[in-house]
């Protein structure tokens, strides 16, 4: 027989799950969103040319099945003066999610955005994600961590630090880094960790595949990157025909057991990558076709 104490600590506990509050129930990215084996999809940024409404459009022209917004773009071609980020309006949420649904497309992440250290202030950008059903939200806000951690906590949305390229005239700048981001982030909620920009390690001089076993167990998102060559003037081309390893990246993601969103963060031929995007989508594609 069942303990009179231990059966009704058995039914509290089920109770408060079932009526916990609706922010602390995390937003894993849906599997149909998978490509070869990957959530991949569009840094809206790679569009940041074009209206939120038409990178929704061109991401899934691509064949990507998520989207990664960032901060500012501009909605529509109807609404040029309306911008989309953590300050819009429901009525606006409303127009973004409407047009997903259209494209079945699946809203997985948003960055890069500042994140405050002033709680109210940062808990804005944590209700936008949690209203766009995000899995993450991508920083640099280092000196916010410990605001961060304790949102994390409350809406169970993951944040990825994010790597720009190694600085020659600012050598505080150490998000390049990948030992300085496992620094600030072993120690923290394991919500917390790298979007690895498998690009900008390349322009600082790195391997991609080393830095994501340095960061192993703590990526959260990547902005996968394949570049001409090694250096800070590489520019982007379709996975495969660049110095990235991109089979050796997915492999050890793999390995991993990552489960973020690989944003392509296509920064070239900027007004016309369209048919460069889908050959990236098309690699992974016969990557997990292969594997």
Known sequence: MIPI??????VAGAAALLFAPARLVS?????????GGFAIGCQAYTFNRFTVFEAIEKTAAAGGKVIEFFP????????????FDHNASDEVLDKVKAKLAQYHLHAANYGVVGIPKDEDAARKIFEFAKKMGLYGVTTESVDALDTIEKLVKEYDIRVGFHDHPRR????????WDP???????????????SCADTGHWVRSGLKPVECLRILK???????????????????????????????GILDELKSQGFVGNIS???EYHWESSLPEVAQCIGFVRGYGAKK
Do not use: F, W
Not at 27 to 35: G, H, K, L, V
Not at 168 to 175: A, C, E, L, V
């Open 5 to 10: 104490r231990t059966l009704c600590c058995a």
């Open 27 to 35: 937003a894993p990215i849906p599997e149909d969103c998978q490509t």
């Open 72 to 83: 500012g773009q501009k909605l529509s071609k109807e609404e040029p003066t309306v911008s």
């Open 168 to 175: 020659s005239n600012d050598p505080n700048y150490r998000m």
């Open 179 to 193: 030992n300085y981001v496992l620094s600030v982030v072993k120690d923290r909620d394991p919500r917390i960790g």
């Open 217 to 247: 167990g703590r990526i959260m998102s990547s902005h996968l990157k394949d570049l001409d060559e090694m250096g800070p003037g590489a520019h982007d081309v379709p996975y495969g025909t660049g110095v990235s390893d991109i089979p």
């Open 264 to 266: 392509i963060e296509y």
